[in-house]
């Protein structure tokens, strides 16, 4: 039996030890709060500090689109078909659209600071965009090329602190198509300096991003056949207009044909681009390698197989877009190979030919 004052002095100590581990336990919890209070006061006063001395919007820029045009063709080779046909001279010398780009001038772009937690920058953009309503594409894509070149060659000249483009700039060119809203952020490279990532505004979701890809699954090809896809995209192409359910003549929901509507749409646009993006000029060594390929030729053909496949899917040729420039000239010629098949195999295509085949698919339609 043990002794009645060895069992206090036991329990004391069990007592006195479980005390000091709390008491230990509460200065750390202290500490520990005290801790993070400090470094939240700390992170407080450094974010004020970085709010303090963040740079302020830059100064707004301004660009005329109507005097754009005349110093565009400066070195355009005559003996080239796809060279020929985009540009802003009709056959007579004439100006093309003088009063609609008159109506579109000036465009302002303005900066503001944006730091998304790791990278800091300036993002340029127009608030209002360039209302291209009523262009037929050829006329779309030169404005698209021409403000992308406008807005390259003040980049060109700024110090490295205000650049727009390169550096810590980055820029979004706004624009729309009667109700259609689309963008273009300016990813400049030395192979394609016209690059960019093309955006379009739909109802509902995401916006539309540039990926060929997803074009191809999107519902308007599963359910409408190429002859009319090539109908509905061609018209609206030539009357500078956008494409709506009331275009598209198949027995189906509202909701669905409204969503056909926007995917054709996006897919005209995506077209126009890869046009646009490789008509910057004049060529560098870089560019050239890339940018020499008339895409616009291609595209043309590739509507004129597809106007011809009733009741047949679209075929895409999509190889033609992406790759080393050997592996899409391949893809070129093999839709110049199956072009004459479907038309008049025997037939020499002349020079002449190849511009009423680029205004059918481009050039203006009357409403």
């Known amino acids: 039996m043990s002794h009645p004052l060895f069992v206090f002095n036991l329990q004391y100590q069990r007592t006195n030890s479980s005390v000091r581990l709390w008491c230990s336990r509460l200065d750390s919890s202290i500490n520990r709060i005290a801790s993070t209070s400090l470094r939240a006061m700390e992170n407080e006063e450094l974010e004020y500090l970085m709010f303090e001395e963040r740079p302020k919007a830059?100064?707004?820029?301004?660009?005329?689109?109507?005097?754009?045009?005349?110093?565009?063709?400066?070195?355009?080779?005559?003996?080239?078909?796809?060279?020929?046909f985009f540009q802003w001279?009709?056959?007579?010398?004439?100006?093309?659209?003088?009063?609609?780009?008159k109506q579109n001038t000036p465009v302002t772009f303005g900066s503001s600071y944006e730091f998304d937690g790791k990278d800091e920058y300036f993002q340029w953009?127009?608030?209002?965009p360039i209302d291209l309503s009523g262009l037929p594409s050829v006329h779309r894509i030169l404005m698209i090329r021409d403000v992308n070149q406008r807005l390259r060659r003040l980049d060109e000249q700024t110090d490295e602190g205000n650049k727009m483009l390169t550096g810590i700039g980055q820029t979004t060119i706004n624009f729309k198509l009667e109700d259609i809203e689309f963008s273009l952020s300016l990813v400049p490279t030395k192979n394609q300096p016209g690059n960019a990532l093309?955006?379009?505004?739909?109802n509902?979701?995401?916006?539309?991003?540039?990926?060929?890809?997803?074009?191809?699954?999107?519902?308007?090809?599963?359910?409408l056949d190429a002859r009319e896809i090539d109908s509905i995209v061609s018209r609206a192409r030539g009357t500078g207009?956008?494409?709506?359910?009331?275009?598209?003549?198949?027995?189906e929901e509202d909701g669905i044909k409204k969503k056909m509507a926007?995917?054709?749409?996006?897919?005209?646009?995506?077209?126009?681009?890869?046009?646009?993006?490789?008509?910057?000029?004049?060529?560098?060594?870089?560019?050239?390698?890339?940018?020499?390929?008339?895409?616009?030729?291609?595209i043309a053909m590739i509507h004129r197989i597809n106007s011809k496949r009733a009741n047949q899917r679209w075929i895409f040729f999509s190889d033609l877009f992406q790759?080393?420039?050997?592996?899409?000239?391949?893809?070129?010629?093999?839709i110049v190979i199956a072009f004459k098949r479907w038309n008049e195999p025997r037939r020499s295509w002349t020079e002449g030919d190849l511009i009423n085949i680029l205004c059918e698919q481009f050039g203006s339609k009357l409403r």
Request: glycine content about 4%; aromatic content about 12%; charged content about 35%.
């Open 89 to 101: 001279t009709t056959g007579d010398g004439q100006w093309a659209f003088p009063n609609f780009l």
């Open 125 to 128: 953009t127009n608030q209002i």
């Open 204 to 223: 509902a979701d995401e916006p539309y991003k540039e990926r060929h890809d997803e074009v191809e699954e999107f519902d308007c090809f599963a359910k």
């Open 58 to 84: 830059m100064k707004d820029v301004t660009i005329d689109l109507f005097s754009l045009y005349p110093d565009v063709n400066e070195e355009v080779p005559e003996d080239l078909v796809h060279e020929r």
């Open 262 to 298: 926007e995917e054709m749409n996006f897919f005209m646009l995506l077209y126009d681009f890869e046009v646009a993006r490789r008509l910057q000029r004049p060529f560098d060594h870089y560019s050239y390698t890339l940018d020499r390929l008339p895409i616009g030729i291609g």
């Open 198 to 202: 093309l955006r379009m505004q739909r």
């Open 241 to 251: 207009t956008q494409i709506t359910d009331r275009d598209i003549n198949i027995c």
């Open 323 to 334: 790759g080393p420039y050997e592996s899409r000239k391949r893809v070129l010629d093999d």
